[in-house]
């Protein structure tokens, strides 16, 4: 009888030290794109959910087509949305970025709204009273207020970033979305089940990271709490 090969990746098994140790260039590579296109594409959608959320809680009349406009966008395939981008941008990394921020717009964009139709209106009038203008009572009172449903939003779209990016190794671009496909087709366990495990690692980070950032800007919400 021929002996077992005596090393996990000969042996394809799903946890594998030498897959980590021989590998260990790619998945940092991996990991590098996965978190550029999640932080990019975030940074890139509350750039443009921010201004749309405020026009909608400033204009009655554009509330509709705000959050039509991106819960339709929210509801395309992600094959299809990637397909009908590909004449824009071509096999590049940002076919990737720009399914990710229209992706996010609905999640971000409901939830900042939220956050401002909460302010209590007797908190504006006090401030306008003070002599609060337009912009100083939005960057240091309305805002402020409405950044715990902003930052709810924020957690469930860098989430859901994380886990969409892997969709982009369709193109190529999918940080440790790559190597879970090119493991998938070859049925390499380790390198499948390494990648799946670091994208949890990610999401769960991120999301933990941006809680503490929430608590950190808002101290007040503790206090009431306790």
């Not at 306008?128 to 207020?145: D, F, N, S």
């Not at 193109?171 to 994208?199: D, E």
Request: glycine share 8%.
């Amino acid at each position: 009888m021929t002996a077992p090969p005596d090393d996990c990746l000969a042996r394809n098994e799903w946890i594998c030290g030498d897959y980590l140790s021989s590998r260990r260039t790619i998945l940092w590579d991996a990991v590098l794109q996965h978190l550029h296109l999640t932080f990019l594409a975030i940074l890139l959608a509350l750039l443009i959910a921010v201004p749309l959320a405020l026009a909608a809680r400033r204009w009655n009349w554009a509330v509709g087509p705000v959050l039509g406009i991106t819960t339709i966008l929210y509801t395309i395939p992600s094959l299809a949305m990637f397909s009908l981008l590909l004449p824009l941008y071509g096999l590049a990394a940002s076919l990737v970025v720009a399914g990710l921020v229209l992706y996010s717009l609905t999640l971000l964009v409901r939830n900042i709204l939220a956050g401002l139709r909460a302010v209590p209106e007797e908190t504006r009038q006090a401030a306008r009273g003070m002599g609060y203008g337009p912009v100083r009572l939005l960057l240091t009172v309305e805002l402020p207020l409405a950044l715990p449903a902003a930052m709810a939003g924020l957690r469930i779209a860098t989430v859901s970033a994380v886990s969409l990016v892997t969709i982009g190794a369709i193109v190529g671009y999918g940080g440790l979305g790559n190597l879970i496909y090119a493991g998938m087709n070859t049925f390499f366990k380790a390198q499948v089940l390494t990648a799946s495990v670091l994208c949890v690692i990610i999401a769960v980070a991120a999301d933990l990271l941006l809680l503490g950032l929430q608590r950190l800007l808002t101290p007040w919400a503790r206090e009431r709490r306790a």
